[in-house]
C-alpha cells in the first residue's frame, strides 16, 4: 500500500492546496489509486457526482460534501477525479501544524478540539455536509488561502495558518450528522441508536435504557453496535457526554459542577476523572489552554 507523506520545504508554511480536478482530491502520485497518507485532508467537493472509497467502505460524493479524512485511512477513487469532481477543493497538512495551545494541553493531535473531525474518521470516515447557503463562503476560505500560499508574501506562514484555522473552526462547527449518514449509509438501526443517544445522553442513561426504547435486547444491540463501529453503546454515550463537555468548557464560564450535570454526570468527581482519563488533563486544564482564555 503506497503512504504518501508530506513534502516539507524549509522557509514555506507546511500547508497545500489544490483546486480539484486542476489538482488531484488526494495528492500524491498514487492519487488515482489505492493508498494511504501520513497528514490530514480536507477535501470539498463544490460541484460533484461521483464515487470515494475510504477505509473499505464506498461513498457517493455530491455538492456540497466535505470529507476529513485522516492519516492512515485508506483512500482510492472508483470514478476518475474529473468525473467524480468538476469544482473543488482540497487542504492537507501534518498533524503538527495545529498548535497544541497553552500548558501543552492536547496530548495528542486527535485530543485538539479543532481536530476532533479528523479523530472521529479514525473510527468512521467522516463526511459532513455544507448547506447550500454557506458553500460559497467555503469556497472564498479556500480560494484566500490558496492566494496566501501561492504569493509568499512576508508573514505568509502565520497568515496560511490563519486562513486554515478558519477553515478548521468552519468544519467544526458543522453537525457531524451521525444518524443522518447512518440512515444514508441503510444502517437504521444504528441510526436509531445514535438518535436515542442524542436525545438523552444529558440524563442517566445506560446499555439497558437504549435497548428497551429500541425494543431489542441489551446483548443483541450490544454485538451489533461493537461489530458495525467498533465500540460498545456505553463508549458512545461517554463520547458524545465528553464532546459536550468540551464545547461548555472552551464556550462557556459555567463551573465545572455544571458542567457535569449538562454533560450527563451528576457526580462531579466522577466526572474530573472520566475527563482525565479521556483527554489526560483536568477540565480546569483543558479550559486554560483553549485559545482566548488566560
Known amino acids: 500500500m503506497p503512504v504518501i507523506g508530506f513534502g516539507r520545504v524549509p522557509g514555506l508554511a507546511p500547508i497545500a492546496v489544490a483546486r480539484v480536478p486542476q489538482g488531484t482530491p488526494i495528492p500524491g502520485p498514487a492519487a488515482s489509486g489505492a493508498h494511504t497518507h501520513d497528514f490530514l485532508v480536507l477535501f470539498y467537493a463544490h460541484r460533484a457526482d461521483g464515487r470515494l472509497v475510504i477505509d473499505s467502505r464506498r461513498w457517493t460524493v455530491t455538492d456540497g460534501d466535505l470529507f476529513v479524512i485522516a492519516p492512515g485511512q485508506v483512500v482510492s477513487l472508483l470514478d476518475p477525479i474529473e468525473t467524480t469532481v468538476t469544482d473543488g477543493w482540497t487542504v492537507w497538512f501534518p498533524t503538527d501544524v495545529v498548535r497544541p495551545g497553552r500548558s501543552g494541553a492536547y496530548s495528542s493531535w486527535r485530543s485538539h478540539p479543532l481536530l476532533l473531525p479528523f479523530a472521529h474518521g479514525t473510527d468512521r ?115 458524545r457526554r465528553m464532546q459536550q463537555a468540551r464545547v461548555l468548557l472552551t464556550d462557556t464560564n459555567l463551573t465545572v459542577a455544571t458542567i457535569s450535570r449538562r454533560s450527563g454526570y451528576p457526580d462531579v468527581s466522577y466526572f474530573i476523572k472520566r475527563f482525565r482519563a479521556e483527554h489526560g488533563v483536568t477540565p480546569i486544564q483543558w479550559r486554560a489552554a483553549a485559545p482566548g482564555t488566560q
Open 125 to 239: 470516515a467522516q463526511r459532513l455536509r455544507i448547506p447550500p447557503s454557506d458553500r460559497a463562503g467555503w469556497v472564498e476560505r479556500f480560494a484566500a488561502l490558496d492566494t496566501e500560499l501561492r504569493a509568499r508574501r512576508d508573514g505568509h506562514q502565520e497568515a496560511a495558518l490563519a486562513h486554515l484555522t478558519l477553515l478548521l473552526v468552519a468544519a467544526a462547527r458543522l453537525p457531524t450528522g451521525v444518524a443522518d449518514q447512518l440512515r444514508s449509509a441503510d444502517e437504521p438501526m444504528l441510526a436509531a441508536v445514535f438518535d436515542v443517544i442524542e436525545r438523552r445522553y444529558q440524563e442517566p442513561i445506560s446499555l439497558a435504557d437504549v435497548a428497551a426504547e429500541l425494543a431489542l435486547t441489551a446483548g443483541h444491540l450490544t454485538t451489533v453496535v461493537r461489530r458495525k463501529t467498533g465500540r460498545t453503546v456505553q463508549q458512545w454515550i461517554a463520547q
